[in-house]
């Protein structure tokens, strides 16, 4: 009976400090990381990463202890994560004038591809990348 291949998978966990001025360290550890991976779009998933951890860091009770960001790279895709301490969420621009920063994620992404899963007591923004 033939065995199924193994799916070959590629995880990146680390916890960074919650401040603004880490997000730039957020960015060369994850894009180093993938780049020795081989991974075709490194400079979106950065970009996504980093839109996540500015949120996070801004917005969430992380601002001054700690984000967590994953990757996990498959054959097919690439998934990313930020999770962050939760808090209160406040909704973004309601009519749309004002450009946000999760548009240009879900530009990359596509449509179903990206969310943020949580409540108060904790959150994990995710987007799928293909490669």
């Not at 590629?10 to 993938?34: N, P, S």
Request: overall charge negative; some cysteine.
């Amino acid at each position: 009976m033939p065995r199924a291949a193994a799916v070959k998978t590629i995880r990146f966990t680390r916890m960074f400090c919650g401040y603004a001025d880490k997000v730039r360290e957020v960015r060369h550890e994850v894009a180093r990381h993938l780049t020795a991976c081989g991974y075709p779009r490194v400079d979106d998933a950065v970009l996504i990463i980093s839109e996540f951890c500015a949120n996070a860091v801004l917005h969430s009770d992380s601002r001054g202890q700690f984000v967590i960001v994953r990757t996990e790279l498959f054959p097919t895709h690439l998934r990313v994560e930020v999770e962050d301490l939760g808090g209160k969420w406040a909704a973004g621009d309601p009519d749309g004038t004002h450009p946000h920063g999760l548009m240009i994620v879900e530009a990359l992404t596509g449509m179903g591809e990206w969310g943020i899963d949580g409540d108060e007591a904790g959150r994990v923004a995710w987007a799928r990348l293909g490669t």
